[in-house]
């Protein structure tokens, strides 16, 4: 008898992530439609979860395990890609837990827009910590540069991005899969994109994404994505865009606005104080929370200053002073598969 024939093909990679797997896959049963398959990719970790995947599939999720070494997150991705069966690939982070109707929406939606790449928003479950809310009220306000991950204000063309992400079996046939480099996911939507596919945002399927546990772990995956920009500005010259660059003249301008109040005026830091107090009036708002705002001031600083200075890092060694790989070199090894 042949195996049935899932619509969606679920990819996740894994790297010793035991407690937020359990908790995707226990979301995953909890599914009000379950036309999907689960494949998960364990990329060398030194504690794997495979206990956790076979709890799930006692409880009747259609779930595959596979344990490769380490090679990072996307060729486990196309590991995975490569062993799927659906007509449908969709990608969440280890991190994420998934509403009951994400499935159920994400039919409807399809059959009305019909789209060849989508994603959808994250949001913060109520259950994660005031810390996890303060990072994602940075990560996804206007006020910040959450107008570029799917929020209802939206500063440039929507990119999907792999903590909720999809598309069809043909974008993979003609354009492949990822290429292992950091902001993976802006590359891979980048080149769907210019393959002449369709991508669009579905708001009604977000995901709840648990992000980092604290704020020196933020600064660094912040700092990784700054620097990342400038990899894109080299592989795709055009891309670089005016919201990509308001994190570096933040950093700039309030060190200017610093060494000004220190030899002017202590009223430079004025601009500073103020955007930092609609920071926490907007966070109240949104949260209702008194604590939870209060922490999302220092994370939208931590978001622009971190990205900020890894976007200046990068800008400086790679285009000012040529340092590192030329840009032949770079793109030629972006293009491994």
Known sequence: MAEPHPKYSVIIPVYNRIGEVSDLLESLEKQTMHNFEVIIVEDGSSEPCKEAVDRSIGHGLDVRYFYKENEGRSIARNYGLERSRGDYFIFFDSDCV???????????????????????????????????????????????????????????????????????????????????MFSEDIDMSTRIRQAGFTIGLIRSTPVWHKRRIDLKKFFRQVYVFGMSRITLKLLYPGSLKIVHLLPALFVIGCLALIVLSIMVSPWFLAPIAIYFILIFIGALISTKRLKIAALAVPASAIQLGGYGCGFIKAYLTKIVFGRGRDINEEISIRKGK
């Open 98 to 180: 998934i509403p009951p109707a994400y499935f159920e929406t994400l039919d409807k939606e399809l059959v009305s827009h019909q789209f060849d790449c989508f994603g959808g928003p994250d949001a913060a479950h109520e259950s994660f910590s005031d810390t996890q809310k303060a990072i994602n009220y940075s990560m996804t306000s206007f006020l910040t540069t959450g107008g570029i991950r799917g929020g209802k204000v939206q500063l440039e063309k929507f990119v999907p991005r792999t903590f909720n992400m999809g598309f069809t079996r043909q974008v993979y046939e003609r354009v492949g899969g990822f290429r292992e």
